[in-house]
C-alpha cells in the first residue's frame, strides 16, 4: 500500500517508498513493533485458553517434562500476524511472487494450526495424522509449483538451475512441479523437527531468510544478475520486503521465545516459516542452494528419516533420540549449549550458500 503513495502525493520524499531497500527497512520494524505490542496480550491469552499448554513428549528428555510443561503454544500466530500485517503496507500488492509466498505461508500456517489445537484441546501430542498433513502440504506445494511456473519467463518455467555452474539449466517440464512439491514440503516439515528446543528453529530460519532476501533482491535486477552470472527472475526483488517482515516478526517472537521460553511457535509458525523459505527458494530458482543454507534443518530431518528407517529395519536406535538435537541433549549438551551452536553452524551454512552467487 505504501509504495503508492509516490503517486498520491507530490514527489520529492515520497519517491523513498518506490524502492524495496526502504520499504523493506520499514516492514521489518513494523513486524518488530508488531511482535513486542502484541506478543505478550497473545501469550495471556494463550495461556488462558489452553490451560495445561502443549503436551510434552513423555519418551522425550525428562528435563523437559518438569521445566516446558504448561509453556502454551501457537505462538507462531504472533509470526504469522506481524508477517501479514507489515507485507501488505509495505510490498507491492500487484507482484504475484508476494501473493505465492504469501500464500504457500499461510496455507501451510492453517496446517499447523489445526495440528496445534487438536494437540492442546486433546492433550495429545499425535495432532493431525500424518498422511493428511503431508497430503494437504503436497497439494498446497503443487499449486505453488504449477503458479510458478506460469508466472516466469519461457526461457525459466520448468528449468532447474544449478549453483556455481553458470549457465547450466535442466529443464524438467512439468515434472518441475512434484520437485517443487518435495523442495517445500521438506522445507516445511525440516524446520518442524527442528523445533524442539527454546529459540532453536526461529533464528536459523530468520538467518536463511536473510540470505534468501539478499539472493532475491539480486536475481531480481538486471544489473546484479549480469555481474554475478545468475539467472534474472523479474519481480523476485519484492520478496526482499516479505523477508524483512519475516525476521522482524521473528525477533519478536524470539523475545518471548528466548530460555526460558514464553511461549512455543508450535506447528502454526514451524510449518508456515518452512513453507515459505521453500517458496521463496523455488522462486528465485534457488532450490538447491537452500539445502546448503538450511543444511541444519536437512540433518534434522534427516536425523528422523534415518532413525525411523534403521529402528523398523533393525530393532535399533543409530542415535539415542531423534531428532538429532535431543541426541546431543541424551548427550548431557545444555540446552542454550545446544541452541546457540547450532546457531552457529546455521550461519556458517548461510555464508557458504551466498558465497556460491559469486564461485561461477
Known sequence: MFYMFPQWFDAGFWNLFQYITFRSGGA?????????MFGQPLINLLRSKQGKGQPIREDGPESHILEKAGTPTMGG??????????????????????WLVLFVTY??????????????????HKGVSGKIRLGLGFIIAAIAGYWVMQMQSPDLSGQLAFPIFKESLL???????PFVMIVIVGSANAVNFTDGLDGLAVMPVMIAAGSF?????????????????????????????????????GLGFLWYNA????????????????????????????????????GLFVVELLSVVIQVLYYKKTGKRIFLMAPIHHHFEKLGWGESQIVIRFWIISLILALIGLATLKLR
Do not use: C
Not at 521489518?28 to 513486542?36: E, V
Not at 514451524?270 to 537452500?290: D, M
Open 28 to 36: 521489518f520494524f513494523t513486524a518488530l513493533i508488531f511482535g513486542f
Open 77 to 98: 500466530v504472533l509470526i504469522l500476524g506481524a508477517i501479514l500485517v507489515s507485507t501488505l503496507l509495505w510490498a507491492r500488492l500487484d507482484n504475484g511472487y508476494v
Open 107 to 124: 496455507s501451510f500456517g492453517l496446517i499447523g494450526f489445526w495440528d496445534d489445537y487438536l494437540k492442546v484441546s486433546k492433550q495429545n
Open 171 to 177: 529443464n524438467l517440464g512439468y515434472f518441475f512441479i
Open 213 to 249: 532476501g539478499i539472493i532475491a533482491y539480486l536475481v531480481g535486477r538486471t544489473d546484479f544478475t549480469e555481474y554475478l552470472g545468475l539467472h534474472y527472475v523479474a519481480g523476485t526483488g519484492e520478496l526482499t520486503v516479505f523477508v524483512a517482515a519475516l525476521i522482524g516478526g
Open 259 to 294: 530460555p526460558p521460553a514464553a511461549v512455543f511457535m508450535g506447528d502454526t509458525g514451524s510449518l508456515a516459516l518452512g513453507g515459505a523459505l521453500g517458496a521463496i527458494a523455488v522462486a528465485t530458482k534457488h532450490e538447491i542452494v537452500l539445502s546448503i543454507i538450511g
